[in-house]
């Protein structure tokens, strides 16, 4: 996954309130209602008002990102959460949240994202729900994907953990990443996953993509009508690409922020890989 930078999510928090507008034109709900359906919950069963959410900013490995607190804060308040950024950094600043009765804390090192809900022992990993979130965007895009063919760009993590997903949804997969042994172990590893060496050919032959890798991808590749959803990081295309797609769905933090958010009240354990837990389905706590 891309390490954000400040630059990239400096227009975060001033394009939140704007996405609920862009989410609805793209996939006809607003970011509260998507994240309740990608996470299978009745919207009506969840009291967003109801959570306090810490952000805490962590100084380990690259240090903080300028304005990343602020932008998950910004993302949480517009589900209708209470959110603050806690004035301390790391454990002063976890201390800090559960002082002040934090019912969810996020907090990001550079390997993993999560939010940690602080009554039910759970916690939601951005990787997991930055993949559900584009899956079931896609989905939502397209109309379904049973018996679909849909190309994931990036076997990183993010792109796995979509390739997981998709096949839960009853769709081929085909993968394709310029690492292609990347590709080749996603084959090796599940059923109706298909390594693709070839990049640029796999983009045009298939229409449903979902991109989750870094690179920029040339308007020329794009098929007319495409369907894309791409968390990848930074926006990868052109006004020729723009043009000929049918929608592309794209936000560089706030969506997989969102399912992020629901996910961590609504299930007890988490199927976090590096743990191998399979999650429970709680009512909401
Ligand atoms: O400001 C802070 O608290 C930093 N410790 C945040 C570091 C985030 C590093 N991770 C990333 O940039 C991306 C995120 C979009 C999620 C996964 N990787």
Redesign the pocket.
């Given at each position: 996954?891309?390490?954000?930078t400040a630059d990239l999510i400096k227009d975060v928090p001033s394009h939140v309130p704007r996405l609920d507008d862009e989410l609805n034109d793209k996939i006809g709900m607003d970011m509260r209602t998507f994240a309740c359906y990608a996470m299978d919950v009745d919207i009506k069963d969840l009291d967003f008002d109801r959570y306090t959410v810490a952000i805490v900013?962590?100084t380990?490995?690259?240090?903080?990102?300028g304005g990343?607190?602020a932008s998950v804060a910004a993302a949480v308040g517009a589900m209708g959460m209470r959110s603050f950024v806690t004035g301390a950094c790391d454990v002063t600043g976890v201390a800090e949240a559960f002082s002040s009765g934090a019912d969810i804390i996020f907090?990001?090192?550079?390997e993993r994202?999560i939010a940690l809900n602080t009554r039910t022992r759970s916690f939601s990993d951005?990787?997991w729900s930055t993949a559900k979130g584009y899956v079931t965007a896609l989905k939502l895009a397209e109309g379904g994907l049973e018996g679909k063919t849909v190309l994931v760009i990036g076997a990183g993590r993010v792109g796995t953990e979509a390739v997981k997903i998709l096949r839960e949804e009853g769709a081929s997969v085909e993968v394709t990443d310029i690492l292609h042994k990347r590709s080749v172990t996603l084959e090796n590893r599940f059923d109706n996953v298909k390594a693709k060496k070839d990049v640029k050919q796999a983009i045009k032959d298939n229409r449903l993509i979902l991109n989750a890798s870094p690179g920029l991808i040339s308007g020329d590749l794009i098929q007319n009508g495409a369907v894309i959803s791409s968390p990848g990081v930074p926006y990868a295309f052109d006004a020729e690409g723009e043009r000929k797609a049918k929608v592309i769905i794209h936000d560089v933090?706030s969506l997989g922020v969102a399912v992020m958010a629901v996910s961590s009240v609504c299930l007890s354990l988490f199927n976090i890989p590096a743990a191998g837990v399979v999650a429970e389905k709680l009512v909401i706590s």
């Open positions: 996954m891309t390490r954000l900013p962590v380990s490995g690259g240090g903080v990102i990343f607190s907090m990001a090192d550079d994202f951005n990787i933090l």
